[in-house]
């Protein structure tokens, strides 16, 4: 994917809290995307970023080199990016036709993907965080590479309605991605939507999503990067489900295959993400998952 040569930067607009963890994937996005050895490339990460202008406390402008928040979880961002990118792939390619997008936030797959003629891609979010993305869209002429369709809903209202009315066909095959979302919700609102996604797929429909159990002890660490930020981890991150998420999607009817962030890395020749590199950690490295109904 490529913006074209004649875009204009877009101007900084204020940027929605509910935003912050999506700027800080694009930040990470971006960094990727400049490097010569790039496991992808997603221009928009960028534009989003000079959109947001300064100030998020995800991302690394905390002086004196130091990375802040956005330097421990960076590299963990781009081996799901890849990852998800894989598993989208394979269901395009098995005929599923229909991918959701859950808190779909700055994603750019809908662009920088190719997909398959036929393919319509829904990206459910926020409004707000919805009207920042389709603004810097506007603006440096991006252009999808599918039938792409913004539904502007929340996860924890009754967002399938919002979903059909755009044009989901139940009866059809979905891909759902759920790429950090079940960590901004608690494990009652992980069940209602588990309940709302069941509701909406037909046989061979594939869920994919990353999921922490235990991404608390990681949060301890990496609360202390907000601190006089005037922001909480606890108020972006709620946990999810108090079990692995291979276990979680099994339990609700799911055929569920597991990867190691870490053994995902090295596929890639790139090192341990750096919140998996202590040995209690390491232990925990299955947060990546694929799945298919029926």
Wanted: aromatic share 6%; hydrophobic share 50%; charged share 25%.
């Amino acid at each position: 994917m490529s913006l074209p040569a004649d875009s204009p930067p877009p101007g900084p607009v204020e940027m929605p809290d509910e935003s912050w963890t999506s700027l800080g994937n694009a930040g990470a996005r971006a960094q990727e995307s400049a490097r010569a050895d790039r496991l992808f490339d997603d221009p928009l990460a960028r534009a989003f970023l000079d959109a947001a202008g300064t100030g998020n406390p995800l991302l690394p402008d905390r002086g004196g080199g130091d990375p802040g928040l956005l330097g421990q979880i960076a590299d963990v961002i781009v081996v799901k990016t890849v990852f998800f990118d894989a598993v989208l792939a394979r269901a395009a390619a098995a005929g599923v036709r229909q991918v959701v997008l859950l808190a779909a936030g700055l994603d750019a797959r809908a662009f920088r993907l190719p997909w398959p003629e036929g393919v319509v891609v829904f990206e459910v979010d926020l409004p707000d965080v919805l009207g920042f993305k389709e603004r810097v869209v506007r603006e440096v002429g991006a252009v999808p590479s599918c039938d792409r369709r913004v539904v502007a809903a929340d996860l924890r209202s009754d967002w399938v309605a919002a979903l059909v009315a755009a044009g989901l066909d139940r009866e059809a095959p979905v891909a759902w991605l759920a790429e950090g979302a079940l960590g901004l919700l608690d494990e009652a609102g992980c069940e209602a939507l588990m309940a709302a996604v069941l509701g909406a797929s037909s046989a061979g429909s594939r869920f994919a999503l990353d999921h922490t159990h235990d991404g608390w002890k990681a949060g301890e660490a990496l609360g202390g990067y907000l601190e006089g930020t005037g922001v909480c981890l606890a108020d972006l991150v709620k946990g999810g489900p108090r079990e692995p998420g291979g276990a979680w999607l099994a339990r609700h009817g799911w055929r569920v295959a597991e990867y190691d962030v870490v053994a995902e890395a090295a596929r890639h020749g790139r090192p341990a993400p750096t919140l998996f590199r202590a040995l209690e950690r390491r232990a925990n490295a299955t947060i990546l998952f694929e799945a298919e109904l029926g």
